[in-house]
């Protein structure tokens, strides 16, 4: 290896681990509640990748559905909130967050009362209250596309902490790379959005029965084996899938009452 190619490498791995603080200190020092994949957060420098799910789902449905793009911005919202097991202030587009937290269970891993998610928005939009109907939505998708990731799915405890923290997460935050190719489920056309939380982390299961330690995966892409690789960019693809199948069973039934 010659000097400039010494030098080259010297520097990627520099900006590779200046990198790698950065997210730390964003992503694993803020105490918070657990996070399967990152949500939006003044603290976080990345784009949130429950948003490139929902974007995703929103966009392979928005030309049949027009209404998802009216709405687009307040499912967004609703997929980037943390409704587990820890308190949440605020309000948001009509909905008391805290109360509806606790109202619906939640838990580290996601929730003990995902039908009732639905039956709430379901509700807000027959009585005409659409922008709360599709904020909750939104935190539905939120809750099934957690159960895509495999530390949700296989109950393995973890929180954003300094010592608390999950490695495949981690991997995630810094890199969106879904292989599409990788989708190798087709949608079983259930009625009702709540019905694709089960499915979801049935799915993920499948691919990953194994990861029951947080700290089994590789924190970095430079260091990832192939099979880590390979995992991450299939469920990060079949996650998207599973948000574009359970938006659209929540925009048919909406269409319904209409």
């Known amino acids: 290896m010659d000097d400039s190619s010494r030098l080259h490498s010297l520097l990627l791995r520099y900006f590779s681990s200046l990198l790698t603080l950065i997210l730390f200190l964003s992503v694993t020092l803020a105490p918070g ?3 399967a994949w990152d949500s939006k957060s003044w603290l976080n420098p990345t784009h949130p990748t429950h948003s490139y799910f929902t974007e995703w789902a929103i966009d392979q449905l928005d030309d049949t559905y027009p ?5 687009s911005q307040v499912i ?3 997929a980037n909130q943390e409704m587990h097991e820890l308190p949440i202030r605020g309000e948001e587009h009509g909905l008391n967050l805290e109360e509806a937290r606790l109202r619906h269970k939640g838990t580290n ?3 003990d009362d995902i039908q009732g998610w639905w039956t709430e928005a379901l509700n807000a939009y027959q009585a005409g209250n659409k922008e709360t109907a599709y904020f909750l939505v939104g935190i539905i998708l939120h809750l099934v596309q957690d159960m895509g990731a495999p530390e949700h799915a296989n109950h393995v405890y973890h929180q954003g902490t300094p010592t608390e923290f999950d490695n495949f997460e981690f991997l995630a935050v810094s890199n969106w790379k879904p292989d599409f190719s990788q989708i190798n489920k087709v949608d079983p056309g ?3 959005p709540w019905q694709y939380y089960p499915f979801s982390s049935s799915w993920t299961t499948e691919d990953m029965p194994n990861y029951k330690d947080r700290n089994s995966y590789s924190k970095l892409w430079l260091n990832a084996s192939d099979e880590e690789k390979r995992l991450l960019v299939s469920r990060q693809a079949r996650t998207c899938a599973v ?3 359970a938006l659209r069973a929540a925009e048919k039934k909406f269409l319904q009452q209409a």
């Open 33 to 35: 509640p657990a996070l």
């Open 67 to 71: 209404e998802l793009r009216k709405f």
């Open 76 to 78: 967004i919202d609703g």
């Open 109 to 111: 891993e996601g929730t």
């Open 190 to 192: 259930y009625t009702e």
């Open 243 to 245: 948000s574009e199948w």
